[in-house]
């Protein structure tokens, strides 16, 4: 990066508190859909912390395959799953929420703990390569990275095929196990679910 | 703190400490489904992070970790389909996205 170091150190932290109070803002908000569009945001401002890191490459895969995909695919999600329902009370909720709220506070502790009192072994920044990262990237995907970037296609292929096998309906004309006649239609149904009774 | 000639690496450490931390309180406490889920790409973006700070400061000549970071997003895409698609077929299911009522596989 050959911008200022203020200027870094400012858009750093921007960059930080934007992700660490949107992705509170996505935990705790009461509307799944403002916690999707802040999940967005969040993406972005990622994406931001990468370029500081000197990886432009990355940067742009964050923004296009986070904010363009996996966002995308959440938003539809809550669409289609979007119901208002009265959520049953849990009775021993508040004991869950400190046990949880503990393990996560004691979790970050160490981890900063870990962070601060390390010594990391710093490379020269003389040798850093800047700007050249994608031609970088590029080599290693395609020498000693190969096998897993193949690997990678392969996933992303069943992925896709698993995808449709779990979404799409059955185009069965009976259920195989109640052996009624299966609604072919795209709304929602709303006779009876299979497996409601086991609460 | 100006006279520092770049951002700490303590810095990114801490802040995807503090992600990964918020990632995982979102994956105890949420009822609703799809929240977990976003919660799960929370902590792969804290991971994300810390992968790419340590490439960055660390190993700033082969950037082996950000071709990690690239696998990582594969993998995080993949699981966002496949989540989002069980979690489709569940609702066909059950009728709701309370994380409460996926009960099955309790004992």
Known sequence: MSIAITTQFICFIVLSLIVLIGAVGVVLLESIVYSAFLLGGVFMSVAGLYLLLNASFVAAAQVLVYVGAVNVLIIFAIMLVNKKEDLKPINDIKSRRIISTSICLTLLSLLIRVDLTNVWSLSNPQNSIREESTIRIGEHLFSDYLLPFEVASVLLLMAMIGAIVLARRDVMSKDISTGLPVDQELIEKSPEPLLTNKN | ?107
């Open chain 2, 1 to 107: 703190m100006m006279n520092l000639e770049s951002i700490p690496i303590q810095a990114f450490l801490i802040v995807s400490s503090a992600l990964f931390c918020i990632g995982i309180w979102g994956l105890l406490n949420s009822r609703n489904a799809v929240r977990v889920l976003m919660s799960i790409e929370l902590m792969l973006n804290a991971v994300n992070i810390n992968l790419m700070t340590f490439s960055s400061y660390i190993d700033n000549n082969l950037i082996q970790g950000q071709v990690f970071t690239i696998f990582v997003i594969t993998v995080a895409a993949a699981e966002a389909a496949v989540g989002l698609a069980i979690l489709l077929s569940l609702y066909r299911n059950r009728v709701t996205v309370d994380m409460e009522s996926f009960n099955l596989l309790k004992w």
